[in-house]
T-cell receptor
Framework: DTAVSQTPKYLVTQMGNDKSIKCEQN?????MYWYKQDSKKFLKIMFS???????INETVPNRFSPKSPDKAHLNLHINSLELGDSAVYFC??????????FGNGTRLTVT | AQSVTQPDIHITVSEGASLELRCNYS??????LFWYVQSPGQGLQLLLK??????LVQGIKGFEAEFKRSQSSFNLRKPSVHWSDAAEYFC????????????FGSGTRLSIRP
């Protein structure tokens, strides 16, 4: 069983569209994250949720809105997509002091 | 400011040769250090971590890393690389008490020469 799974794996869309990426973890972890990896492989945290509550919200445009229906799920909705949003988005989870467990990523391409 | 530097963007080594990937950090408190590996199309997988104790830590897949406080370094090593080790390697530093405070380096891409 995949510990942290995200869908879709690839997402190609046009500027101005709205899209969502879903993430689920079956590890029983309390905390989930969204990271963005740009074309230079630089990895930066976007959001962190602990037990469905937002605890980290880095400097991210408000077009990005995370939603956590329960502690096993953290979805990312993006409005009015822009070219600069093209990247690989990773979901991750952790519990207490455990290291991060990452999903396999969603490659978003905005044309 | 807290930061992680991986000075080598891309390294190529021959299969069977030894490997060392460099990582330097700047961190105000006692650092907790990690190495992650990212294979193409995959997420990041933890190779090893250092929190305290023995400064030489063993990880998965035959990797090890040595914490040198005086040099602010945490270099990753492997005595003999395999073609399957070709991947992107990320060093990270943070506060163990909060995984959300982890800062990642920019990565080193490892290629293996047959």
């Amino acid at each position: 069983d995949t510990a942290v799974s995200q869908t879709p794996k690839y997402l190609v869309t046009q500027m101005g569209n709205d899209k969502s990426i879903k993430c689920e973890q079956n590890l029983g972890h309390d905390t989930m994250y969204w990271y963005k990896q740009d074309s230079k492989k630089f990895l930066k945290i976007m959001f962190s949720y602990n037990n469905k509550e937002l605890i980290i919200n880095e400097t991210v445009p408000n077009r990005f809105s995370p939603k956590s229906p329960d502690k096993a799920h953290l979805n990312l909705h993006i409005n009015s997509l822009e070219l600069g949003d093209s990247a690989v988005y990773f979901c991750a989870s952790s519990e207490g002091d455990s290291p991060l467990h990452f999903g396999n990523g969603t490659r978003l391409t905005v044309t | 400011a807290q930061s992680v530097t991986q000075p080598d963007i891309h390294i190529t080594v021959s299969e069977g040769a030894s490997l060392e990937l460099r990582c330097n950090y700047s961190y105000g408190a006692t650092p907790y250090l990690f190495w992650y590996v990212q294979s193409p199309g995959q997420g990041l997988q933890l190779l090893l971590k250092y929190f305290s104790g023995d400064t030489l830590v063993q990880g998965i897949k035959g990797f090890e890393a040595e914490f040198k406080r005086s040099q602010s370094s945490f270099n990753l090593r492997k005595p003999s690389v395999h073609w399957s080790d070709a991947a992107e390697y990320f060093c990270a530093v943070g506060s163990y008490s909060s995984a959300s405070k982890i800062i990642f380096g920019s990565g080193t891409r490892l290629s293996i020469r047959p």
